[in-house]
């Protein structure tokens, strides 16, 4: 049984198995507790082990991060804030931690240094609660797509085109680099690569998701996704998962309808499901974690004009690190400045300049600006980002060639306007910046298990 269960039992008297990672041993000469994690929870079962039953010499590699399977029975347990314990009759060794090695002695460990020890850090309260947590929104994300109708669609992760248009992508080659195929022009010749041209790890799913909309009504991926950005800092990751829904005949309107109630939903997930891990990051990590979770579901999300943004931007009489005027893209300061000081609430940015934003998004009549939304959120800026797509062929065809974006890479994409098009829209929602938000964590490198970063592959 897991520990989880176990911890909730009133059984008492039962004989049971435990089996777990030895967080902390202490005790006399009479007895030895041992505190035991599964993983299933961040409490740990109290192990009694009366040293009349069992011996000194058995318990010495008892240690912290050693792994043992103990044999016992389920007791009511006296000390406080525990219900039950396990007295112990056997104890089994299957993994020795030897205390001058193990990185993981009891005393509290940096973030920092976790993130040295990825490999280990599941095994702390912290990462145990941030990995269940993570779970429990990943099931929650296909349950919620599962109950409104739609499929799951799994776009490819290897393609030819560029699909944001930023060209940071990661190339995929079987070529032996050291020793480049040429053509006789001297270029390299992709023709004699895997895919017989240059491909490149997707950056989004979305083009090939408008395909599934544009043939089944609703889908989302929910996948990696990759980005040669070097950009670090704490929202930024080389490897991190999307969520990407696209809807046949969603507007913009429909668009921000469902990204808030989908942002709701999960949030209201992990506070019904998720409670004892929020509880301890909330005490742990940041004391108003559960206050902003349950703010955000009590308000509606402001939904405002870019060109009205940067009106309150300029009149702010804030200092920004970057000054914003109209055309910029917006920074992480300009975004939290709206939010947590302007406004105090998630805001709906929308009608970016069509100049900041991917060609494939569907332009306003003003021909300045597109319907693009970015979904702004206390702590972490942009948590999505989507739109209404451009669903007439003139129009996407003439803006793919104002951005010189190769037709060659283009035409099928092109074609989905050129026969049954509608209009629909979608966006993208960024797993880690969700988790971050939900778990109170400040740096995305904590919510995911192996951050993959400039200069880090490590693990
Ligand atoms: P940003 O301006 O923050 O770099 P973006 O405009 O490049 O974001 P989109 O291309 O709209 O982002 O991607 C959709 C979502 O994916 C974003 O809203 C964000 O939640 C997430 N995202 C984008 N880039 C990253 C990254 N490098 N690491 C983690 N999440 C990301
Ligand atoms: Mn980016």
Redesign the pocket.
């Known amino acids: 049984m897991r520990i989880a269960q176990l911890l909730k039992s009133t059984d008492y008297g039962t004989k049971v198995t435990v089996k777990g990672w030895v967080r902390t041993k202490r005790g006399n000469k009479n007895v030895a507790f041992l505190a035991l994690n599964d993983g299933s929870c961040v409490a740990n079962i109290q192990i009694v082990a009366d040293l009349a039953k069992i011996s000194e010499e058995e318990l010495k590699p008892v240690t912290t991060g050693a792994c043992v399977a103990v044999e016992g029975t389920l007791v009511e347990s006296l000390g406080a804030g525990q219900g039950v314990e396990v007295q112990a009759e056997s104890i089994e060794v299957y993994g020795t931690a030897d205390p001058a090695t193990y990185p993981l002695q009891k005393k509290g460990h940096s973030l920092e240094f976790l993130r040295e020890i990825a490999y280990l850090r599941p095994r702390t309260n912290t990462f145990g609660a941030i990995l269940r947590i993570r779970h429990a929104m990943a099931y929650a994300i296909h349950k919620y797509f599962n109950d409104k109708g739609f499929y799951y669609l799994h776009t490819p992760l290897i393609t030819a085109s560029d699909c ?1 248009g ?1 060209g940071e992508m990661f190339q995929v080659t079987a070529m032996d680099l050291n020793n480049l195929p040429r053509t006789e022009e001297g270029a390299i010749d992709f023709a004699q690569d895997f895919f017989g041209k240059p491909c490149s790890l997707t ?2 799913g979305q083009l090939e998701g408008e395909l599934g909309a544009l043939s089944m009504g609703q889908i989302y991926t929910f996948g990696p ?1 990759f ?1 040669a ?1 070097n ?1 670090n ?1 704490p ?8 969520i ?1 829904p696209e809807v046949a005949f969603f507007d913009l309107q429909d668009n921000m309808d469902m990204a808030e109630d989908f942002l709701k939903y999960l949030i209201r997930y992990a506070l019904d499901n998720c409670k004892e891990d929020l509880e301890f990051m909330n005490k742990m990590w940041d004391n108003e974690l559960l206050e902003r979770l349950n703010f955000v579901l009590a308000n509606d999300f402001v939904r405002l004009d870019y060109t009205e943004g940067i009106e309150i931007l300029k009149a702010s009489g804030k200092k920004f690190e970057f000054p914003c005027n109209w055309g910029c ?2 920074q ?1 300061e300009h975004e939290r400045y709206l939010v947590e000081e302007h406004f105090k609430k998630p805001v709906i940015l929308i009608n970016y300049p069509k100049d900041i934003k ?1 060609f494939y998004m569907k332009q306003n009549e003003d021909g300045k600006t597109v319907r693009a939304m ?2 702004l959120f206390p702590k ?7 739109s209404e797509r451009e669903a007439d062929y003139g129009k996407l065809s003439a803006r793919i060639k104002e951005l010189s974006i190769p037709e060659k890479d283009m035409w099928w994409y092109l074609d989905t306007r050129r026969w049954g098009s509608a209009p629909h829209s979608g ?8 988790l971050l938000f939900v778990t109170g964590m400040s740096n ?1 490198r904590d919510v995911i298990p192996f951050p993959r970063t400039p200069k880090n592959a490590e693990f």
């Open positions: 944001e930023a950056v989004s996704t980005r950005e950009s800092t929202r930024h990751l080389a490897e991190f998962w999307m990407e893209d917006l992480s991917a970015d979904v972490i800026g942009e948590i999505i980002g989507g966006f993208g929602l960024g797993f880690e910046r969700l995305i």
